[in-house]
């Protein structure tokens, strides 16, 4: 098992700012990607930003330009840097990670619980 807590989420104008991390803790063997994905109200689910253990990222066109995503290995710790924050940004964002857990020898994948981003004036 793979426990995920997420922090960093709120209420914020938009052009504003906000750092999302995710720290994960369990029976981690290795980690081959960590990522961010989001909900909207009554959308699907989608990939924001992705960071393999190699350091290749990936993220949505939406957010290109305006996202940063990052990571501390000694940590496992994945971190989210948002900026010109807009009102379509908000959605509930879940940190998901992917990777070998010990004693297993297929990938799984966990998310975390979710947190809260909103952006308004």
């Known amino acids: 098992q793979v426990q995920l807590v997420e922090s960093g989420g709120g209420l914020v104008q938009p052009g504003g700012s906000l750092n999302l991390s995710c720290a994960a803790s369990?029976?981690?063997?290795?980690?081959?990607?960590m990522g961010w994905y989001r909900q909207a109200p009554g959308k699907q689910r989608e990939l924001v930003a992705s960071?393999?253990?190699?350091?290749?990222?990936n993220y949505a066109d939406s957010v290109k330009g305006r996202v940063t995503i990052s990571r501390d290995n000694a940590k496992n710790t994945v971190y989210l840097q948002m900026n010109s924050l807009k009102p379509e940004d908000t959605a509930v964002y879940y940190c998901?990670?992917?990777?070998?857990?010990?004693?297993?020898?297929?990938?799984?994948?966990?998310w975390g619980q979710g947190t809260q981003v909103t952006v308004s004036s």
């Open positions: 998901n990670w992917y990777g070998f857990t010990i004693g297993n020898i297929m990938r799984r994948t966990y």
């Open positions: 369990g029976s981690i063997f290795s980690i081959t990607a």
């Open positions: 960071i393999t253990s190699g350091g290749n990222t």
